[in-house]
């Protein structure tokens, strides 16, 4: 019997992509983050309102390599 990729095991990435959004404006962008640490939340200049807001992950977009 031959081994193949299909039997071994998957690698889990070290990344990942996640939506971030405003809290005043819901305005929108990625950003990547370690997978497993703690969900983000940080203070960023935001275009909508022109001053900075609080910027809190939504969900995880995709695995990166």
Known sequence: MFLSTFFL?????K???VLMES????HKLL????????KLEFI???PYIQS???YRERKK???LK
């Open 9 to 13: 095991k998957r690698v889990k990435s």
């Open 15 to 17: 990344d990942v992509l």
């Open 23 to 26: 809290i005043a404006s819901k």
């Open 31 to 38: 950003v990547i983050r370690e997978r497993l640490s703690e």
């Open 44 to 46: 960023r200049f935001d």
């Open 52 to 54: 900075e807001a609080v």
């Open 61 to 63: 977009v995709k695995s």
